[in-house]
Protein backbone atom coordinates (compact mmCIF):
# COMPACT_ATOMS: atom_id res chain seq x y z
CA UNK A 1 0.00 0.00 0.00
CA UNK A 2 1.49 3.03 -1.49
CA UNK A 3 -0.15 6.59 -2.20
CA UNK A 4 2.97 6.41 -4.80
CA UNK A 5 0.81 3.58 -6.45
CA UNK A 6 -2.18 5.93 -7.18
CA UNK A 7 -2.79 7.10 -10.45
CA UNK A 8 -4.98 8.05 -13.39
CA UNK A 9 -5.88 5.28 -15.70
CA UNK A 10 -8.70 6.91 -17.54
CA UNK A 11 -10.87 9.53 -18.34
CA UNK A 12 -14.33 8.89 -20.47
CA UNK A 13 -16.41 12.11 -20.90
CA UNK A 14 -20.10 11.72 -19.97
CA UNK A 15 -20.95 15.17 -20.63
CA UNK A 16 -19.56 18.09 -22.25
CA UNK A 17 -21.69 21.49 -21.38
CA UNK A 18 -20.14 25.59 -21.73
CA UNK A 19 -19.10 26.11 -18.70
CA UNK A 20 -18.98 22.05 -16.82
CA UNK A 21 -17.26 18.82 -18.24
CA UNK A 22 -18.75 15.93 -16.54
CA UNK A 23 -16.54 12.58 -16.65
CA UNK A 24 -15.77 8.97 -14.99
CA UNK A 25 -12.39 8.67 -13.96
CA UNK A 26 -10.69 5.40 -14.05
CA UNK A 27 -7.50 5.56 -11.55
CA UNK A 28 -5.36 2.98 -9.26
CA UNK A 29 -5.65 3.16 -5.49
CA UNK A 30 -2.84 2.57 -3.05
CA UNK A 31 -3.19 -0.91 -3.16
CA UNK A 32 -2.98 -1.18 -6.77
CA UNK A 33 -7.00 -1.86 -7.55
CA UNK A 34 -8.51 -0.23 -10.24
CA UNK A 35 -11.36 1.55 -9.38
CA UNK A 36 -13.96 4.33 -10.90
CA UNK A 37 -14.71 8.33 -10.10
CA UNK A 38 -17.01 10.57 -10.98
CA UNK A 39 -15.94 14.63 -11.56
CA UNK A 40 -16.74 17.38 -13.32
CA UNK A 41 -14.24 20.28 -14.52
CA UNK A 42 -14.23 23.56 -16.67
CA UNK A 43 -13.85 23.41 -19.87
CA UNK A 44 -12.71 27.39 -19.45
CA UNK A 45 -9.45 26.93 -18.34
CA UNK A 46 -7.13 28.85 -20.71
CA UNK A 47 -4.11 28.12 -18.90
CA UNK A 48 -3.03 26.83 -15.61
CA UNK A 49 -5.39 28.25 -13.25
CA UNK A 50 -9.32 28.70 -13.75
CA UNK A 51 -10.26 31.49 -11.13
CA UNK A 52 -9.07 34.01 -9.09
CA UNK A 53 -10.89 35.03 -5.42
CA UNK A 54 -9.76 38.31 -4.30
CA UNK A 55 -9.38 39.52 -0.65
CA UNK A 56 -10.18 42.79 -0.97
CA UNK A 57 -9.55 44.80 2.40
CA UNK A 58 -10.00 48.92 3.32
CA UNK A 59 -6.18 49.26 5.40
CA UNK A 60 -7.12 52.27 7.12
CA UNK A 61 -10.86 50.88 8.61
CA UNK A 62 -9.34 47.30 8.72
CA UNK A 63 -12.35 45.98 6.77
CA UNK A 64 -12.85 43.54 4.31
CA UNK A 65 -15.07 43.71 1.23
CA UNK A 66 -17.72 40.75 0.46
CA UNK A 67 -19.94 40.29 -2.24
CA UNK A 68 -23.58 38.58 -1.96
CA UNK A 69 -25.06 37.49 -4.94
CA UNK A 70 -27.77 34.63 -6.19
CA UNK A 71 -25.94 31.65 -7.09
CA UNK A 72 -28.17 28.78 -8.91
CA UNK A 73 -25.95 26.05 -7.78
CA UNK A 74 -26.87 26.48 -4.28
CA UNK A 75 -30.38 27.43 -4.60
CA UNK A 76 -29.43 30.49 -2.48
CA UNK A 77 -27.54 34.01 -2.11
CA UNK A 78 -24.26 33.31 -1.39
CA UNK A 79 -21.80 35.66 0.54
CA UNK A 80 -18.18 35.50 -0.72
CA UNK A 81 -15.34 37.79 -1.91
CA UNK A 82 -14.92 39.07 -5.31
CA UNK A 83 -13.99 36.70 -8.05
CA UNK A 84 -13.85 35.46 -11.09
CA UNK A 85 -12.40 33.05 -13.95
CA UNK A 86 -9.23 33.76 -15.46
CA UNK A 87 -9.67 34.89 -19.23
CA UNK A 88 -7.21 33.81 -22.44
CA UNK A 89 -3.91 35.32 -22.09
CA UNK A 90 -5.01 37.30 -18.15
CA UNK A 91 -2.48 36.43 -15.58
CA UNK A 92 -4.00 36.14 -12.39
CA UNK A 93 -3.54 39.09 -11.09
CA UNK A 94 -4.99 40.88 -14.24
CA UNK A 95 -7.88 38.73 -13.84
CA UNK A 96 -8.00 40.13 -10.73
CA UNK A 97 -7.62 43.61 -11.13
CA UNK A 98 -10.61 43.00 -13.46
CA UNK A 99 -12.88 41.36 -11.39
CA UNK A 100 -12.59 43.17 -8.74
CA UNK A 101 -13.16 46.73 -11.11
CA UNK A 102 -16.12 44.62 -12.68
CA UNK A 103 -17.73 43.57 -9.66
CA UNK A 104 -17.22 46.13 -7.06
CA UNK A 105 -16.27 49.08 -9.19
CA UNK A 106 -12.62 49.20 -6.80
CA UNK A 107 -9.46 49.69 -8.10
CA UNK A 108 -6.31 48.99 -5.52
CA UNK A 109 -3.22 48.25 -5.02
CA UNK A 110 -1.52 44.40 -5.01
CA UNK A 111 -0.34 42.96 -1.99
CA UNK A 112 -0.02 39.11 -2.67
CA UNK A 113 -0.91 36.03 -4.87
CA UNK A 114 -0.89 32.28 -3.32
CA UNK A 115 -0.15 29.69 -5.43
CA UNK A 116 -2.78 27.83 -6.74
CA UNK A 117 -5.51 25.82 -4.77
CA UNK A 118 -7.95 23.58 -4.92
CA UNK A 119 -11.82 24.50 -4.30
CA UNK A 120 -13.47 20.93 -3.85
CA UNK A 121 -10.75 18.26 -4.51
CA UNK A 122 -13.72 15.03 -3.97
CA UNK A 123 -15.43 16.19 -6.95
CA UNK A 124 -13.62 18.71 -9.37
CA UNK A 125 -10.06 20.05 -10.42
CA UNK A 126 -11.31 23.56 -10.52
CA UNK A 127 -8.11 25.74 -9.23
CA UNK A 128 -7.98 29.39 -7.66
CA UNK A 129 -5.26 31.46 -6.73
CA UNK A 130 -6.24 34.15 -3.83
CA UNK A 131 -4.83 37.73 -4.72
CA UNK A 132 -4.91 40.19 -1.88
CA UNK A 133 -5.55 43.89 -3.44
CA UNK A 134 -6.04 46.95 -0.79
CA UNK A 135 -8.62 49.56 -1.77
CA UNK A 136 -9.70 53.07 -0.33
CA UNK A 137 -13.66 52.53 -0.30
CA UNK A 138 -14.39 55.89 -0.04
CA UNK A 139 -13.19 55.82 -3.89
CA UNK A 140 -15.33 53.44 -5.39
CA UNK A 141 -15.88 53.66 -8.84
CA UNK A 142 -18.10 52.29 -11.63
CA UNK A 143 -19.02 48.75 -11.57
CA UNK A 144 -19.40 46.80 -14.98
CA UNK A 145 -21.28 43.66 -14.26
CA UNK A 146 -22.18 41.01 -16.88
CA UNK A 147 -25.69 40.70 -17.37
CA UNK A 148 -26.48 37.84 -15.17
CA UNK A 149 -24.93 39.55 -12.40
CA UNK A 150 -26.73 41.21 -10.05
CA UNK A 151 -24.28 41.87 -6.84
CA UNK A 152 -24.60 43.55 -3.40
CA UNK A 153 -21.19 44.86 -1.79
CA UNK A 154 -20.98 44.14 1.93
CA UNK A 155 -17.89 45.63 4.20
CA UNK A 156 -17.03 43.76 7.60
CA UNK A 157 -14.69 44.57 9.95
CA UNK A 158 -11.76 42.08 10.06
CA UNK A 159 -12.09 41.45 13.70
CA UNK A 160 -16.13 41.26 13.21
CA UNK A 161 -15.76 38.79 10.15
CA UNK A 162 -16.28 35.22 11.70
CA UNK A 163 -19.37 36.19 14.16
CA UNK A 164 -20.67 38.44 10.47
CA UNK A 165 -19.97 34.86 8.70
CA UNK A 166 -21.53 32.62 11.02
CA UNK A 167 -24.97 34.56 11.58
CA UNK A 168 -25.27 34.81 8.05
CA UNK A 169 -25.06 31.04 7.67
CA UNK A 170 -27.62 30.88 10.04
CA UNK A 171 -29.88 33.01 8.44
CA UNK A 172 -29.60 30.93 5.57
CA UNK A 173 -27.01 32.51 3.30
CA UNK A 174 -24.83 30.01 1.03
CA UNK A 175 -21.13 30.97 2.38
CA UNK A 176 -18.32 30.18 0.47
CA UNK A 177 -16.05 27.55 1.79
CA UNK A 178 -12.55 29.42 1.60
CA UNK A 179 -14.68 32.67 3.17
CA UNK A 180 -15.27 30.53 5.79
CA UNK A 181 -12.04 29.36 6.56
CA UNK A 182 -11.00 32.81 5.81
CA UNK A 183 -13.33 34.32 8.92
CA UNK A 184 -12.18 30.49 10.81
CA UNK A 185 -8.53 30.93 10.24
CA UNK A 186 -8.92 35.01 12.20
CA UNK A 187 -11.38 33.48 14.96
CA UNK A 188 -8.19 31.35 15.90
CA UNK A 189 -5.89 34.09 15.54
CA UNK A 190 -7.03 36.48 17.75
CA UNK A 191 -8.16 33.45 20.53
CA UNK A 192 -4.44 32.47 20.62
CA UNK A 193 -3.39 36.15 20.92
CA UNK A 194 -5.44 36.58 23.69
CA UNK A 195 -4.91 33.19 25.40
Known amino acids: MSLRNCKTLGKEAKYEGKFLSYYELTYQDGYGESKKW ?7 RKGDVDAVL ?25 LEMPAGLIDSGE ?15 FAG ?3 FTTPVSYQSLGITNENVVIVGMSVDKNAPGTTAFDASEFIQHVWVPRKELYNYVQEEAKAGIAVDSTLMGYAVSLQLSQKLSSA
Open 54 to 78: ILTVDKPSDQVLLVKQYRPAAGAVA
Open 91 to 105: TPLAAAVRELKEETG
Open 38 to 44: EMVERPT
Open 109 to 111: EHL
